[in-house]
C-alpha cells in the first residue's frame, strides 16, 4: 500500500498472487501489461474527480480490474459522475490511438502492440456494461436520477445490474450445455457482479438515507442555481419514508400537505421532512 497525496494506492492480496503465478506460467509481460492498461484506466477517472475538486481516496487494483474510490461529500451531479465514469474508458480509446500510431510508424513489436490494442478494447468494452460497479453502471443510474426519484434509481440500477450480470453467468455457463467447457474468467465476473449488485439492493435503505444526511445544508449552500422548487402533494397521513422517496438528486422539493379534497394544510420545505425524520423525539413534521 502506498500513499501519495492523500490518495491510497494499494493491490488485493489475491492480485499479487495471480502476478506471482503469472511469472512461473509465462504470462508475466501480458498481466503487466493488463496491470498498465487498468491503471491508467482508473488514473483517468481520478484525474477527473479531482479537476472537478472531489477528494480521491483510494484507487485499488483488484483481481478483475481496479476501482477508484472517489469521496461524495454530497455535490456528486448526475453530469459530473457521467464525466468521472467515462473519463476512465476514454483513456482507453486515447492508448488505443497512440498504439495505432506507433504501428503504423513501425515502432515497438507488432505482436505486443495488437495486444495493447486488444486489451484496451476489451477493457473498455467491459466497463462499459450497464453493472455496478462498472462505468456503464454509474452512468446508466446517472441517467435515471435525471428521470426518477432517487431511491427508485438506487432500486432500478441495482436490477439492472443483476439481471446483467446473471445474462454473463448464463454466457460463462453455456459451453457446458453443448458439451464444452465453461468460460471460468466470464463465469468468475459474472458470480462477484451479481453479488455485488445484490448485496447493494439489499443495502438500498442505507444507500439512501446517505444521500439524505448532508442534502439539507447542501441544497440551502447552492437554492439559486436549482431553479424552481418541485412540488410534492402528500396526504398528512403519508409516512415520512413515502414522501422522501420522492425526492429527486438535483431538485429541491416543496412538500404541500393536504388534509383532505382541496384542502391545504401546510407548505413543508424538504429540509423540515428530513430533520423530523431523523429527530426521533422531534414535533411532527408538518408542525
Same mark, same amino acid.
Given at each position: 500500500m502506498i500513499k501519495f497525496k492523500g490518495t491510497v494506492l494499494s493491490l488485493h492480496p489475491l492480485f499479487v498472487i495471480v502476478m506471482l503465478a503469472s511469472v512461473f506460467t509465462g504470462r508475466f509481460l501480458e498481466l503487466l501489461t493488463l496491470f498498465i492498461i487498468v491503471f &491508467?484506466?482508473?488514473? +483517468?477517472?481520478? /484525474?477527473?474527480? /479531482? /479537476?472537478? #475538486? $472531489?477528494?480521491?481516496? /483510494? &484507487?485499488q487494483?483488484?483481481? $478483475? #480490474?481496479g476501482v477508484a474510490v472517489i469521496e461524495d461529500d454530497g455535490r456528486m451531479t448526475a453530469m459530473k459522475e457521467i464525466v468521472i465514469a467515462l473519463a476512465g474508458p476514454l483513456q482507453n480509446v486515447i492508448m488505443i490511438g497512440i498504439t495505432l500510431t506507433c504501428r503504423w510508424a513501425g515502432w515497438g513489436d507488432e505482436? =505486443?502492440?495488437?495486444?495493447i490494442i486488444q486489451g484496451n478494447l476489451v477493457i473498455a468494452l467491459f466497463n462499459l456494461l450497464p453493472i455496478l460497479? =462498472?462505468?456503464? +453502471?454509474?452512468?446508466l443510474q446517472a441517467v435515471i436520477s435525471l428521470l426518477a426519484p432517487y431511491h427508485a434509481t438506487l432500486l432500478w440500477a441495482s436490477r439492472a445490474g443483476i439481471l446483467c450480470s446473471l445474462m454473463m453467468i448464463g454466457y460463462g455457463l453455456q459451453p457446458l450445455f453443448? +458439451? #464444452?467447457g &465453461?468460460?471460468?474468467n466470464v463465469l468468475m465476473i459474472g458470480l462477484f457482479l451479481a453479488y455485488s449488485n445484490f448485496e447493494d439492493y439489499r443495502n438500498v435503505h442505507y444507500r439512501f438515507l446517505r444521500f439524505l444526511v448532508n442534502r439539507s445544508e447542501i441544497y440551502e449552500r447552492n437554492l439559486e442555481g436549482l431553479g424552481p422548487a418541485q412540488p410534492i402533494v402528500a396526504d398528512s397521513s403519508k409516512p415520512l419514508d413515502d414522501i422522501m422517496r420522492l425526492f429527486k438528486?438535483?431538485?429541491y422539493h416543496l412538500i404541500y400537505v393536504m388534509s383532505g379534497p382541496g384542502s391545504l394544510l401546510a407548505v413543508v420545505p424538504e429540509q423540515h421532512v428530513i430533520s423530523s425524520y431523523f429527530a426521533s423525539n422531534g414535533p411532527p413534521w408538518y408542525a
Open positions: &491508467i484506466h482508473e488514473l +483517468g477517472h481520478a /484525474a477527473a474527480a /479531482a /479537476a472537478m #475538486g $472531489f477528494k480521491v481516496r /483510494a &484507487i487494483m483488484l483481481p $478483475f #480490474g505482436q =505486443l502492440l495488437s495486444y460497479p =462498472l462505468d456503464g +453502471g454509474k452512468v453443448l +458439451g #464444452g &465453461i468460460r471460468l438528486r438535483e431538485k
